[in-house]
């Protein structure tokens, strides 16, 4: 004889022995069972939308655009909400790749909605911007982006300032033009030592020589491995700038390789900005960028990321 749960047991006693069970609710979103309902269900709406306005496009012959008429779209770019606030729109928080999969999807919105606007489609374009305002500004002037990154500017003073960041580590870098030289660009010219020192016959401990500090501390000092101290230094010395500004940062958060690479990206975004003939050189180095590596994630059943568990016979 079956054993009766505790379940079947309250609701038998709670009917005077006639046994009854409450109705299951179906689920609200048919994506219930992803386990990310408000982000897939998101997404399915975009993907809707995208398909509709194609759809009603492609009949009226505005799809697909020709490159000349692309010129004629609105000098405007979209501008959506951060990560952060993108969670009161979709109803939950989400990783990097979800908001890119968001982004992505809204920019595919957004120029359905240029064609609609340009090819005198009112009722699209109408429809598909009043789904884009939820998510942020679809035409938004160019320059009026908070987004997009601002270029280094050289203050009064002479210093150049720039933010750097490597891995979990980010640096502020502030450079400035050393006192013994009075135009840094021709430092680059290799020609420029050996005329110093013929001319004025001074010693080599009087040329120009680059200070470096780490948050008040000198770089020897502050990383002792010298692969970071190199690393610190490369964007001086592809350039030929070694010599010819003093560098101050202000590093935080990550380990000594991760703060010598931010104090590098800053430093050579601030040498570009000085040196504007320096900056295809910097980039040719991949240093004008930031370095996007990071560690590798453990796995679930493996020692580490990639490392495995000795296979055991018995």
Known sequence: MRRESRVERSTSDMAGGNRFYFPTKAPESPAFYTGRAAFMDTVDTLERAISHARRILSARQLL???????????????????????????????????????????????????????????????????????????????????????????????????????????????????????????VMDPEFFHEKILKSYRKITELPTTSVLINNVPLAQYFVNPADRERVLRPLKLTGLLGAFNVFALSRGGGTTGQSGAVAHGLAQALAAHVPEADLILRRALLIRRDPRVVERKKAGRAKARKKYTWVKR
């Open 64 to 186: 697909p655009v020709p490159d000349f008429a692309r010129e004629t779209f609105p000098a405007t770019k979209p501008q959506w909400k951060g990560m952060g606030n993108m969670f009161n729109v979709v109803g939950t928080r989400m990783r990097p790749k979800n908001y890119k999969k968001i982004t992505s999807l809204l920019n595919q919105l957004a120029e359905c909605y240029n064609v609609a606007h340009v090819g005198d489609a009112p009722s699209v374009a109408r429809a598909t911007k009043n789904v884009l305002d939820m998510f942020g500004r679809v035409d938004a002037p160019i320059e009026d982006l908070e987004g997009q990154k601002k270029p280094v500017t050289i203050d009064d003073a002479g210093r150049a300032y720039a933010r750097g960041r490597r891995k979990e580590a980010s640096a502020r870098v502030w450079v400035i033009p050393t006192k013994t030289t009075d135009n840094p660009s021709v």
